[in-house]
């Protein structure tokens, strides 16, 4: 076994070498009887097992933690009244950012011609008529 395998397993499995795969654990066991710097690697993981194990339970925090928890939006309020997404300047953005979408879509929709429009008023084509000699109005069914 590497070192290096060592410590990914260290941090993969934990300290505990009886929740490792048993020849893991034995090439584990031998890397440990021949490098320092493994037992040491193994020592700083059960520190941190040990630390992690006894961490504070929320169930274990007792009502006084609760009420102090419960009490922080009413000590510091301008600090809980600033939840994102939620203010003046964020609706106006939004809003905003709604109507420059919608217009750039018009905008090509129109440059593109996908979609025409119902074409120009009579009186535009009676003129354009009379000047060129054309008729601008399509014949309707």
Same mark, same amino acid.
Request: aromatic letters at 8%; hydrophobic letters at 70%; glycine letters at 8%.
């Given at each position: 076994m590497t070192p290096?395998?060592?410590e990914e397993l260290l941090e993969a499995k934990g300290s505990d070498l009886a929740t490792w795969p048993e020849d893991e654990r034995r090439a =584990?066991?031998?890397?440990? +009887?021949d490098s320092a710097d493994a037992r040491?690697?193994?020592a700083q993981a059960r520190t941190l097992d040990d630390l992690l194990a006894g961490a504070l339970a929320p169930e274990a925090a007792g009502p006084d933690l609760r009420?102090?928890?419960?009490?922080l939006p009413v000590a510091h309020p301008r600090e809980a009244a600033r939840r994102p997404g939620f203010g003046f300047r964020a609706f106006?953005? =939004?809003?905003?950012?709604? +109507?420059l979408a919608a217009g750039l879509a018009g905008f090509a929709l129109g440059i593109t011609g996908l979609v025409e429009g119902p074409g120009p008023p009579p009186e535009e084509a009676d003129i354009a008529g009379l000047v060129y000699g054309i008729s601008v109005q399509e014949p309707r069914p």
């Open positions: 290096d395998r060592f =584990a066991e031998r890397l440990l +009887a040491a690697a193994l009420d102090a928890i419960l009490a106006w953005q =939004a809003g905003l950012g709604m +109507a």
